[in-house]
């Protein structure tokens, strides 16, 4: 058996993390949750996801900080980080992707498209 692709989800959202958890889950992902920068910070310490979604607008610090963050890392540098935002205004997506994102998903999700948009991010 093929090990299960690990995801994590950064989103302080509750409903839409559940959401994007049941769909991932439902695909045979691994998913692990951070509700804000620090957990995420936390999770990256001992788990090397195969892909990362983050949510842009969060409380403490926020997604192009945390990307960028992550991405000056050598051991994350690699790993794909998605954004999955409400910001869609001119420029935001530039943002996005001057941040360090590979990709940008917008809220709300299309829960028809969405594991399609996973697979050509993780491959």
Known sequence: MVDAKTILHIEDNYDNRLLVRRL???DGFKVIEAENAG??????Q???????????NMPDI???????????????????VVAI????MRGDREKVFNAGCNGYI????????FLDQIASFIG
């Open 24 to 26: 991932l889950e439902s």
């Open 39 to 44: 957990q995420a910070q936390q999770a990256l």
């Open 46 to 56: 001992s788990a090397l996801p195969d892909l990362i979604l983050m949510d842009i």
């Open 62 to 80: 926020d997604g192009y900080t945390l990307t960028t963050e992550i991405k000056s890392n050598s051991k994350l540098r690699s790993v794909p």
């Open 85 to 88: 935002t409400a910001n869609v």
């Open 106 to 113: 917008e809220k709300p999700i299309d829960v028809d498209r």
